[in-house]
């Protein structure tokens, strides 16, 4: 059974650092795995997707990598700001053939002016 | 503008009443899913449907009830039949061939 875990469940940084937010994930057949950002009470925004086929995925400060035989993907954040305070989920989708995702329990990001 | 809209965003129940949260998409989205939320728990799935008049129970499904009878419609009743029902509820769709999941703004409903 696929697990999806993020560590650490929380984050507080200075404004100006770059960081890295941690997804790992228990089974390696995955058809693609997504970040998502979510801001209190709201619901989730996709960031950015990445295929199995792929490394990595950039959208201007944010790039997610992928490697699969580790189960492991992570978010940079590049000259992190306060409005990047939020939590981040990711999500794995385990094949193709299936509408189902897995996601973990966030890491809930606070960045300090 | 183009999106998934949930109402009401936030909502009351007393023991024994059911309610039905109400999810409208008008990005033509084949598949559309529900999703529950607690704190410290990642987002688990109670219904998801491929197309309209087909649904499948997700992993926790007992207590609540969906249709699909329409492609722009995904309602979510929660029934007396689910214990714990205090939670914020989130509606999903995803385009055919596409993999991006689009959410609602959520729905937060507290039993009384």
């Known amino acids: 059974k696929q697990e999806v875990t993020q560590i650490p469940a929380a984050l507080s940084v200075p404004e100006g650092e770059n960081l890295v937010l941690n997804c790992s994930f228990t089974?390696?057949?995955?058809?693609?795995l997504q970040w998502f950002r979510q801001d209190p009470g709201k619901g989730l925004t996709s960031l950015l997707l990445?295929?199995?086929?792929?490394r990595e995925q950039t959208s201007g400060r944010l790039n997610a990598s992928l490697d699969k035989s580790s189960g492991r993907s992570t978010l940079y954040i590049a000259a992190s700001q306060p409005g990047d305070s939020a939590t981040y989920l990711c999500?794995?989708?385990?094949?193709?053939?299936?509408?189902?995702?897995?996601f973990g329990t966030g890491t809930r990001l606070k960045v300090l002016a | 503008d183009g999106g998934i809209t949930q109402s009401p965003k936030y909502l009351f129940r007393k023991e024994g009443q059911n309610v039905t949260l109400s999810c409208e998409q008008n990005?033509?989205?084949?598949?559309m899913y529900w999703y529950r939320q607690d704190p410290g728990q990642g987002l688990r799935l109670i219904y998801y449907?491929?197309?309209?008049?087909?649904?499948q129970k997700g992993d926790i499904a007992e207590g609540y009830s969906v249709s699909r009878e329409k492609k722009e419609s995904f309602p979510l009743t929660v029934t007396s039949a689910q214990k714990n029902p205090t939670a914020f509820y989130l509606c999903a769709g995803q385009a055919s061939g596409a993999n991006v999941l689009t959410f609602g703004a959520g729905s937060r409903l507290t039993v009384l």
């Open positions: 449907s491929q197309i309209v008049n087909d649904f």
């Open positions: 089974d390696s057949a995955i058809y693609n």
């Open positions: 999500a794995v989708k385990t094949t193709s053939g299936t509408y189902k995702y897995i």
């Open positions: 990445i295929q199995s086929s792929q």
């Open positions: 990005l033509n989205h084949d598949a």
